[in-house]
Structure formats: C-alpha cells, structure tokens
C-alpha cells in the first residue's frame, strides 16, 4: 500500500514536536559542537600567545559592530517572516524574507570588504596564529551566512509562487533556526575576534 | 491586542534589547578596567544575547522542553570537555 505521510509536518509521539524540527535541532545540536570546537581552540590559542594579534594591526571595530548590528536586525526580520506567513500574511512575508536576504547579503559584503583590506596586504590565514583563527572563524561562519541565504532565497522564490502559506510556513520556522543560530555563533564571534 | 500583534512587540522588544547590549559590549571594551573584568562582561553581554534570540527568536520559551535539552547538551557536553581538559594535569595550556 502507498500511502502518501506529510513527514515533515508529522509528530513523534514521544517527543510532540513535528519531525522536521526536531531534526533540524539536532543538525544546529551538531553545528554547536562544531564552532565550539573552533572556538575552544581559539581560546587556548589566544592564552598561549600573549602577543595578540601581533605587529600585522587590528580589526576594525566598527566594521564589526556594524557586520553584527546587521545580523541582529536579520535575525528580526527572519521571525517577523514567519509570524506573517504564519497568519497568512504573504506580502509583508515576502517582504520581511526578501530584507533577510538583503541583510545576510551585506554582511557578507562588509566582510568581503575587510578581507579586501587584508589580503593585498600580505595579511594571510598563513601570517600569524591570530589570523589564522581569524580567517578560519570567519570563513567557515561566512559559508554558514552563505547557505542561510539560499535557504532564504530558495523560500523567498517559493513564496513569489504563491506556494507559501500558513500550512508550510514551519519551513520559515526551520530556515528561521538556522539563521538564528548563524546569529549566535557571531555573537560570540565578534567580542572575541573585535573586542578583546 | 491579538496574540500576533503582541509577539510582533515582543520581538521588536527583544530586538531593542539586542542592539542596546552590543553597544554596552562596545563601551565596555573601551572602559580602562582590568582586561579580565571586560572580558567577564562582555562574554556575559554575549550570552545575554543568545539566550534572548533562542528563548524569543527561536521560541524555546514556548516549546517543548525536549528542544531546549537538545540545545543545551551539547554545550554540557563541550563545558564537560574543556574542564576535562583544564583540570588534566597532562595538559599544559
């Protein structure tokens, strides 16, 4: 017997939560050892050199608070995209989607913008101890900025169809979690990398 | 007020907050204190700020507890290690 089961809007009975977010919880579970795993050896880096980050200069901090303000404002948007789409609001969804897009996409140009500052320059993942974890940190949390605006964009274009409604807006909801947990690792990022 | 209208203040609020506290992380970094003392506030700011994005942005204030357990082992799992590793007496950081 075929038997067609929405699988993604499906709840475990032992859990009470639709599969899929359960899942993507556990993917953002897998993704928390992951950074803190970076981030750990960052900190044991960081203690075991007190020169930091070396004659090479700093960050610049407004850059940075700017790259995080950004984030802080996408990761609004982002829940404001699902509390409509979840009412049945699809306009001001789109619209609330579209500047989470536009928002994740500048914060990559602002970084684009400091590594282009730093590269011509000879300051390399290959310079210093600091700029390797530098590089390392930001990149793989700019690949991750990256895929949260595809999934943005993917649902954005979805919703451009007409094919987004309260019956499928937990896939705002699950691309929503991502973004916000792009949004906490940069919390931490950012004091670390900027500030102290 | 409906309940849509009273999340969407919510969030507006949490988003305020947000904002208000990286520019406390920001002005604290600049205050002539002991390094260790900045770094205690501003990693305070920071986790400050996640839990305000996964307790209202990620509603785990208002989901079952099971999501939060997911979220917080790994970090019991990662706080485990690093003791692990800090208290080890065949480990030199």
């Known amino acids: 017997m075929n038997q067609s089961v929405p699988m993604c809007a499906a709840s475990f009975e032992e859990t009470g939560e639709p599969a899929s977010k359960l899942g993507m919880w556990l993917f953002l579970a897998s993704e928390v050892m992951f950074f803190a795993g970076l981030i750990a050896a960052f900190v044991v880096l960081r203690f075991t050199h007190p020169a930091w980050p070396g004659p090479e200069g700093h960050l610049n901090k407004w850059l940075g608070t700017a790259n995080t303000f950004i984030l802080l404002c996408s990761s609004w948007t982002v829940v404001m995209a699902l509390a409509d789409f979840q009412a049945g609001r699809q306009r001001s969804g789109r619209l609330y989607l579209l500047w989470t897009i536009v928002l994740g996409s500048a914060f990559l140009v602002i970084k684009g913008f400091e590594y282009s500052a730093k590269l011509p320059h000879g300051i390399l993942p290959s310079t210093n101890i ?23 964009l993917w649902l954005f274009f979805r919703a451009m169809q007409g094919r987004m409604g309260p019956s499928n807006a937990y896939k705002v909801e699950l691309a929503g979690l991502y973004w916000h947990f792009v949004d906490i690792v940069w919390l931490f990022l950012f004091p670390m990398l900027y500030l102290l | 007020m409906t309940n849509a209208q009273t999340a969407s203040k919510t969030y507006l609020w949490i988003w305020a907050w947000l904002a208000g506290l990286m520019l406390l992380s920001v002005v604290a970094s600049e205050l002539p204190l002991a390094p260790r003392l900045i770094t205690v506030i501003i990693l305070g700011f920071s986790t400050v700020k996640a839990l305000l994005v996964a307790l209202y942005y990620m509603h785990l204030k208002q989901d079952r507890k099971t999501l939060s357990f997911v979220a917080v082992f790994p970090l019991l799992v990662v706080l485990a290690a690093v003791l692990l590793v800090a208290s080890s007496r065949l480990v030199k950081l």
């Open chain 1, 130 to 152: 600091f700029w390797s974890c530098y590089y390392t940190l930001t990149g793989f949390h700019g690949l991750h900025v990256l895929g949260g605006i595809i999934a943005n």
